[in-house]
């Protein structure tokens, strides 16, 4: 044999390896990438409709300064009020109330009602002055924000079911079984409910009678709730998708998979949020990433440490989101940069939320904090965690942690009272 042969046959036969490698890694990324499609089958679905009168009107007396209305406080799930000003909250607390079950998810709050959700199972409307219970439902566990639609209550529940409620009486108006467990908070825009199911289905419902408008199989399961910009519906699945769609005919805007490494998607356990033009999703693996809102292109990543399961808040051209190795992070949402850390002891599971010019956030060691948002300086805390801190209106914090309500008054309201 020529002395050439004896070196090119093994580059040749390395070579093949190489090839052989590459595609294998290739068929693997590709080969579970579902793209998706509209459902007009609706397997395992039913819609149980009121069979008595069912409340008219969607809007509430109160404006959007006031009212919550959603997880995350609007459709876009923000998670940010920057122009409230009640400063950081008072030394002493209005009003404390304790629940059967723990609160995973902060609650919804208009016209002096607040509503919460409790992984025990129940949904309870608190008049928000007092803290007295109205009424309570009992049912499946609630993993979720209730919805507010005028004089509608949407819940979901882990039985696969999402429920409108009469939000005077609490009397249920309508019912959708799913074939799968709904974690997904609902929001509700133009009279249509959005929400995801593990099925892997997003779906569009009335909301006034819970028939279903659309629904689209995304082909990986859903534990993530939607997120809504002018034309678009969002939401992110366990399979490491982003998918978009029109929001009034689920028709396909686009599906990004994000890639964890060469042989592995991510997997999106946490919401997205959004400014409009861009969207940002955290990924179970730590991953942050933004993407284009028209087209689902890659803008930036980043990383928080650890686990990711906190859905990012946007306020004023920044993006706050937590990990488990205890930092808050402000990165800057056009580039992703980081602007500041700040970090505490503990794990941060539950989306941190801005308020005027503090960022909330919780660990799961059972303690609260606010940050300014200018430097991320821990300004104020509060011996009490898990999971979500809470909402706001104009004058009061309502926190959400460990099982328990505790209403606090702003220290700048009480001055200016």
Known sequence: MPRALKWILPAVGVLVIVLAGLSGALWLTTRDRPQGALDTELEGVTVSEATTPVPTGRRPVTGDKRCWRFFGGDPQRSLARPFARLGLP????????????YIEYPPSYCEGRLYVNTFA????????????VLW???????????????????????????????????????RVQTAGKVESSPVVVDGLVYFG???????????????????????????????LFGQRVCISTYAGSVVCLRKDTGEKLWVTYVK???FRYESFYASPSTDGERLYAVSRSGTVVAL????????????????????????????????????????????GDEIWQTEVPGRILGAPVVIGDFVFFSTLERKTYAARVSDGRIVWHLP??????????????????????????????????
């Open 136 to 174: 309570r439902r009992r049912g499946a566990q609630k993993p979720s924000t209730p919805a507010i639609d005028g004089p509608r209550l949407i819940v979901s529940a882990k039985d696969g079911t999402v429920t409108a409620l009469d939000r005077r009486t609490g009397r249920s108006l309508w």
């Open 384 to 417: 009490m965690g898990r999971y979500s801190p809470g909402i706001a209106t104009e004058r009061t914090y309502f926190f959400s942690l460990n099982g328990r309500l505790i209403a606090f008054r702003g220290r700048d309201t009480l001055r200016a009272s």
């Open 197 to 227: 199911s593990t099925d892997g289905r997003l779906f569009a419902v009335d909301s006034e009678s819970g028939r279903v408008r659309w629904a689209y199989d995304t082909g990986g399961r859903i534990n993530a709730s939607p997120s």
């Open 292 to 335: 284009a809102a028209q087209t689902g292109e890659i803008v930036w990543k980043g990383h928080v440490g650890g686990y990711g399961y906190t859905t990012p808040a946007v306020a004023e051209g920044k993006v706050f989101v937590g990990g488990f190795d205890g930092k808050l992070r402000a990165l800057r949402a056009a580039t």
């Open 260 to 262: 964890r490494d060469a």
């Open 121 to 132: 199972g129940d949904t309870f409307a608190i008049d928000a002055e007092t803290g007295n």
């Open 90 to 101: 008072a030394r002493t607390y209005v009003w404390t109330r304790g629940f059967d079950g």
